[in-house]
Structures are given as C-alpha cells and as structure tokens.
C-alpha cells in the first residue's frame, strides 16, 4: 500500500512539474468551485470569505458554482467518467449536486456582493488539463434521458 501511494504521488509530481502552471489553476479552481458542504443559503458568506471575484479586479462574479463533492470524484472527470464536450471542454457522464450563486446586487464591489443561492442536479463541463486536472468550470448542463 505505501509502495502504491509513493509511486502515485511520484507521479503526480512528475506530471505537475513538466506542467508547473496546471497547480495553481487547479488549485483556483479547487478554491472557487468545489465545497462538498455547499448550501443554497451560504452564497454570499462563502463567497465574501473566498475572495471570489471578477479575475484581477474587485467587481462581483455574476455566477459561481459550487459543486458538491470531493476533488477526486470531480476528476475522475477528466478520464472514464467524462466525455468530449463543446470548445475542448470535458462533459460529465453522471450528474453532480451543484449551487449556483447569482448576484442579487449587480455593479457591486468586493465585499458587498450579495447572492442567492439555488441547488440542482446537473451534468457538468469543465476544462482538464496535465493529464487529468481540472483547471476551468464552464457550465451546468440539462440532460434528459430519452
């Protein structure tokens, strides 16, 4: 087991270190978009203390998703259990339990951005990178199985 573990942290460091700008944009998008303990009314608190904002400025985001489960699940994306999706984006095969934070009070700044919080089940596309990072959260996306 730790011979397993060693090996895939080697290679984790390996993939990362031919590819150094892949951490940090995983790491954002870690930050921004996955928190399994997400709830629609938690928004703005959560939100306020990540920071989240327009990139390089202290305008409000008019949209943040959240999704609700752990970072290796979200992955798993990445490989078997994503597809090719529209622009180089990778579409989830399952659906995910996600929040979407709308901006209730548009030309805010940072801090006072206020949102409303709504939950639902949705397929999702992100963009992957270093062989299996996410590093960009596109969209939610509506399936109806036929």
């Not at 997400?38 to 959240?66: D, H, L, P, Q, Y």
């Not at 699940?73 to 259990?81: D, L, N």
């Not at 089940?121 to 109806?144: L, N, Q, S, W």
């Amino acid at each position: 087991m730790r011979i397993s573990f060693a090996c895939l942290l080697l290679l984790a460091a390996t993939v990362l270190s031919q590819e150094p700008h892949i951490l940090p944009r995983y790491q954002k998008f870690i930050d921004q978009h996955v928190n399994g303990q997400m709830s629609a009314t938690r928004c703005t608190e959560v939100i306020r203390n990540k920071r989240i904002s327009k990139t390089g400025s202290n305008e409000c985001k008019e949209f943040n998703t959240f999704i609700r489960a752990n970072t290796n699940h979200i992955k798993t994306i990445c490989g078997s259990a994503g597809e090719p999706y529209t622009g180089g984006m990778t579409k989830s095969l399952q659906p995910f339990d996600i929040v979407v934070c709308e901006l209730r009070n548009q030309q805010a700044r940072h801090p006072r951005c206020e949102y409303r919080g709504q939950a639902r089940t949705r397929r999702i596309a992100i963009a992957c990178e270093g062989g299996g990072y996410p590093v960009h959260f596109e969209r939610d996306i509506i399936h109806f199985d036929h």
